[in-house]
């Protein structure tokens, strides 16, 4: 990966679009964002590459335009994830974990790939790593008039403390920022929201340094994980989790799988 498309974790600003994958190395990390919003009625279409489950999952949203991103959302997925694997989009085979994290069958076990993905108001964040856990989120910035009441609800007794001492004005982005780190944290473990929000805590505040702050007893925890902050468009908040230590890391949009996209 050349110098002007990776960097350090947590330094990565642009989004270049990229036509093609790039080499996966070890120490890589790559984050893919796409627009999931289509213009058109190509459903059917769409969803003729979708395996059996994730049309019936489809079928089950209320609105429309809700099920139409989710299978736009699983077209660019499985469009990235085939790209890498050297196999046609719909070839790309899925299966959950004990918690219903989705992963790669084991007839692909052999590449070692890890991801995640997470989409919010017609964006998708999509990561990529080589055999290390990875998680990912993105939630489109909102106002909360009983913010103070959901963070207490939800953070830990550190994470509310320090949101507390902050700035009105700033605290709605600081719980966005913290939101997503730990639901990255979570999605990179596979265990989701079985795992207690409450019992671990992570930095909020956009100028401190990004970190697992404490696991509750699991002390060994907190040199065991990389977080970083992303920036995908202005009005959003995103984080990644990455096993192991900080990674080089790459930010893009994934132009062959919107390419792929428009021949529907």
């Known amino acids: 990966m050349s110098a002007g498309t990776a960097a350090m974790l947590g330094r990565a600003t642009a989004?270049?679009?990229?036509?093609h994958v790039l080499p996966l190395d070890q120490d890589e990390v790559h984050v893919w964002l796409a627009d999931l919003s289509r213009s058109g009625d190509s459903?059917?279409?769409?969803?003729?590459?979708?395996?059996?489950?994730?049309?019936?999952?489809a079928a089950r949203f209320h609105f429309p335009r809700d099920a139409d991103r989710w299978m736009v959302s699983r077209m660019?997925?499985?469009?990235?994830?085939g790209s890498y694997l050297g196999v046609e989009a719909s070839a790309v085979q899925f299966c959950v974990g004990p918690w219903g994290k989705p992963e790669l069958t084991a007839s692909f076990q052999r590449h070692l790939l890890q991801f995640n993905a997470s989409r919010s108001d017609g964006l998708g964040l999509y990561a990529v790593a080589r055999n290390?856990?990875?998680g990912v989120d993105i939630?489109?910035?909102r106002p909360f008039p009983d913010l103070r009441a959901i963070a207490a609800q939800i953070l830990s007794p550190r994470e509310h403390q320090t949101l507390g001492e902050l700035p009105p004005a700033e605290q709605c982005a600081a719980f966005f920022n913290c939101w997503t780190r730990k639901e990255a944290y979570i999605k990179a473990l596979?265990?989701?929201?079985?795992h207690p929000l409450e019992r671990f805590s992570v930095s909020l505040t956009p100028d401190g340094p990004?970190?697992?702050e404490g696991v509750g007893s699991k002390s060994a925890e907190v040199g065991r994980w990389s977080l970083s902050a992303l920036a995908p468009v202005p009005g959003y908040a995103a984080a990644l989790?990455?096993?192991?230590a900080p990674a080089r890391l790459l930010c893009a949009q994934p132009l062959f799988a919107v390419a792929h996209l428009a021949g529907f």
């Open 139 to 141: 939630e489109r910035l």
């Open 43 to 57: 459903s059917g279409q769409l969803a003729s590459i979708l395996s059996e489950d994730e049309r019936n999952r």
């Open 76 to 81: 660019v997925l499985r469009s990235i994830l």
């Open 132 to 134: 290390r856990r990875v």
């Open 15 to 19: 989004w270049p679009a990229i036509a």
């Open 241 to 244: 989790a990455i096993e192991g």
């Open 190 to 194: 596979g265990e989701g929201l079985v």
């Open 210 to 212: 990004l970190k697992l």
